[in-house]
């Protein structure tokens, strides 16, 4: 892929309201910052090429290199990613009790691994009332706080940046399927600098359907009498959305719980939702999810000798819980995960944002033709 600059990244991404606000670009030079959810440009900068272009998820994504890279083999569209055994899990006796968002295997592994020293500072995300905050930690006691999911785009990825300037050489990031993109393509240093160091030793991914605009969150949530206090003072505890066919998203603040019928949140999904491919974080060591009919437990897709080594570890060591999955439940996890593929690509493909075989050219997405025509010829649910 050819690297392009800053003017590029508006063009292609921020003018096309593509930019998930993942805060990749956040943080490495003067002229990116973000406000509520919303990357912005704050003056020009002339760089012909740059890392914001080329770190970013929504700027050519070449599959067929990042599966080279990271699992040895060609991109061949399975729906849940490369992997290599998928379990239900739980945080362990070892974990003390926090507002996990379901079972708390994200934040016992990423403990886990901050004690062991596989990593040397974690990126996560922590909450300011209702607007997401990328925070860098470095002990068990944070990683906990960070707990639970804030279902709006969040800038996390400023905070690899951060730590990147602070000299960490082997974070831990948690990451949504667009973050972990952004960080898959970070560690292959498309910049060809000298001298550059992987600055990420485990990813760890979030499955995402969709996440939601803040600035469209909190005016919204500002409008309703029975909450508007709690969001002005700042007193969000959790919010979820139950599994099917409950259709509403749960939140909690001090006080109260209110639920908001799916219906009228929809309407906030950011944009660029529609055109992301990958619902279970697929440049991942290890996914997380929650497990559908088993309240309290995640989903773990396991994709790595490394992510294989931390679930083993952390079992041994009480820090997790683990299961077998039912085959059903994996078909159905595999179906939903098809049918967002195949509605991107269908709709990257409509925008003109997908390069196939010997095309050039700025686009989102980069492919083989016969994965794109596999998926797209799939009928919803078809797995
Ligand atoms: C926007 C969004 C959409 C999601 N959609 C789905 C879905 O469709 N299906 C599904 O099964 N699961 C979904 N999840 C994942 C699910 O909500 C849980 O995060 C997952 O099951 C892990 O649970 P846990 O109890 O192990 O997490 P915990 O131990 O509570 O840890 C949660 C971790 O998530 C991180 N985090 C929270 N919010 C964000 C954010 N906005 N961006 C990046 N990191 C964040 C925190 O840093 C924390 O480390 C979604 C999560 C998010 C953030």
């Known amino acids: 892929m050819q690297v392009f600059g800053s003017k590029e990244l508006l063009e292609d991404v921020i003018n096309r309201d593509l930019c998930i606000g993942c805060g990749a670009c956040v943080g490495r030079c003067p002229y990116f910052k973000s406000y509520k959810g919303k990357t912005a440009m704050l003056f020009e900068c002339d760089l012909s090429e740059g890392r914001c272009f080329a ?9 067929d290199s990042l599966s080279t890279t990271f699992f040895q083999k060609a991109y061949d569209g399975n729906p849940l990613g490369s992997y290599m055994e998928i379990l239900g899990a739980k945080a362990g006796d070892k974990i003390a009790k926090a507002e996990f968002q379901n079972g708390g295997s994200v934040s016992a592994l990423i ?44 800038p996390t990825l400023s905070a690899l940046n951060n730590g990147i300037e602070q ?54 949530l500002s409008d309703q009498p029975d909450m508007a206090d709690d969001i002005r003072s700042a007193d969000i505890r959790s919010m979820d959305i139950p599994p099917p066919p409950e259709e509403v998203m749960v939140i909690e603040t ?26 279970t974080a697929e440049w991942s060591d290890i996914s997380v999810g929650a497990f559908e009919g088993k309240p309290g437990w995640n989903t773990l897709v396991i ?53 196939t075989g010997e095309k050039e050219g700025r686009s989102a997405i980069r492919l083989s033709d016969d994965v794109l025509k596999k998926i797209t010829a799939q009928k919803e649910n078809a797995v």
């Not at 770190?55 to 599959?63: A, F, N, Q, R, S």
């Not at 040397?120 to 639970?148: H, K």
């Not at 009228?264 to 950011?270: A, Q, V, Y």
Request: glycine share 6%; aromatic share 6%; hydrophobic share 40%.
């Open 55 to 63: 770190h970013c998820p929504k700027v050519e994504v070449d599959l």
């Open 111 to 154: 403990a886990l691994a901050l004690e062991t020293g596989l990593i040397d500072a974690a990126v996560l995300t922590d909450r300011e009332g209702i607007i997401p905050t990328p925070r860098l930690v470095t002990n068990a006691q944070e990683v906990f706080e960070c707990a639970s999911s804030k279902y709006m785009a969040a």
């Open 167 to 220: 000299g960490f050489e082997r974070m831990g990031v948690v990451a949504t399927p667009c973050q972990a993109t952004a960080v898959a393509k970070i560690r292959t240093n498309p910049v060809k600098r000298a001298n550059f160091i992987d600055p990420v030793n485990l990813v760890i991914g979030l499955f995402c359907t969709w996440a939601l605009d803040t600035r469209q969150m909190l005016s919204f």
């Open 254 to 279: 001090g006080t109260k719980k209110t639920k908001i019928p799916l219906k009228e949140i929809r309407p906030m999904i950011c944009e660029s939702c529609q055109f992301c491919p990958d619902m």
């Open 303 to 355: 994709r790595t000798k490394k992510g294989k080594n931390l679930v083993e570890e952390a079992v041994e060591k009480g820090y997790l819980q683990v299961e077998k999955i039912p085959e059903e439940s994996i078909k159905h996890l595999a179906g939903a995960a098809l049918n967002k593929k195949r509605n991107s690509f269908i709709k990257n493909v409509e925008k003109g944002l997908v390069n």
